[in-house]
């Protein structure tokens, strides 16, 4: 099993431009997490969905994020435009059915850096 | 309180034990974690113990779960350099809940 898998590892931008994270979750995961984490907030959950479809998008900061899970297997999350203060790694973690309780596999994370 | 709060920094001597605390919000909460996160990866799941249960040990790992202070700790016995990294205590309360993670602490070991 490859675990989950995040792209880009690194992502360097300029202000104003729109940047794509992209999660291939754990084959047979239904449910997938997206997290932002940095020093001054630490970890912050984004959005969940369950079986593809957003369950809790609570925590996106605002309107320049979006989220889309167009099949089990992949998920994006987009920031447009991106700003400097959206720099922070960003996880994607997969788990089992929901009442599977062994926690969550997380990926490497992408480090997003907004200039 | 509505976070899981734990203290940032700890600092302990190759093969001295590591205790690292944890307060969670929910007494009723079912399901506790803890995560480590080495220097540039995601959360990797370390343990996990379960509200009906007081203790876990696994190896160098020893959880301690007092749920009527919603208190949970980690212990690791010989506390060796790779063991450097910061550790997250979660909960989740009920089997439909999300997991809420805790601010982490980050454990350094010093040879």
């Known amino acids: 099993d490859a675990g989950v898998i995040q792209s880009p590892r690194h992502e360097v931008t300029e202000m104003g431009q729109e940047v794509t994270l992209r999660c291939k979750p754990i084959s047979g995961h239904n449910s997938l997490f997206w997290y932002r984490q940095t020093m001054m907030r630490g970890l912050e959950l984004l959005i969940y969905?369950?079986?593809?479809?957003?369950?809790?998008d609570s925590g996106m900061p605002e309107d320049r994020f979006s989220a889309k899970m167009p099949n089990a297997s992949f998920s994006t999350l987009k920031i447009q435009p991106s700003e400097p203060r959206d720099s922070a790694v960003y996880f994607c973690?997969?788990?089992?059915?929901?009442?599977?309780?062994?926690?969550?596999?997380f990926g490497s994370g992408t480090r997003l850096t907004v200039v | 309180g509505e976070d899981v709060e734990q203290s940032l920094f700890l600092s302990v001597r190759e093969g001295d034990s590591s205790v690292i605390n944890c307060t969670y919000t929910d007494s009723s909460s079912t399901y506790l974690y803890w995560y480590k996160q080495e220097p540039g990866a995601g959360l990797q799941l370390l343990t996990y113990i379960f509200s009906n249960m007081d203790m876990k040990q696994d190896q160098r790992l020893t959880v301690l779960l007092n749920k009527k202070d919603k208190h949970l700790s980690l212990r690791i016995a010989d506390t060796q350099t790779g063991d450097s990294a910061i550790y997250f205590c979660?909960?989740?309360?009920?089997?439909?809940?999300?997991?809420?993670f805790g601010p982490g602490t980050s454990l350094s070991v010093i040879p």
């Open positions: 979660a909960e989740k309360k009920t089997s439909y809940d999300k997991v809420i």
């Open positions: 969905f369950n079986n593809n479809v957003p369950i809790d």
């Open positions: 973690a997969s788990s089992g059915d929901r009442v599977f309780n062994y926690g969550y596999t």
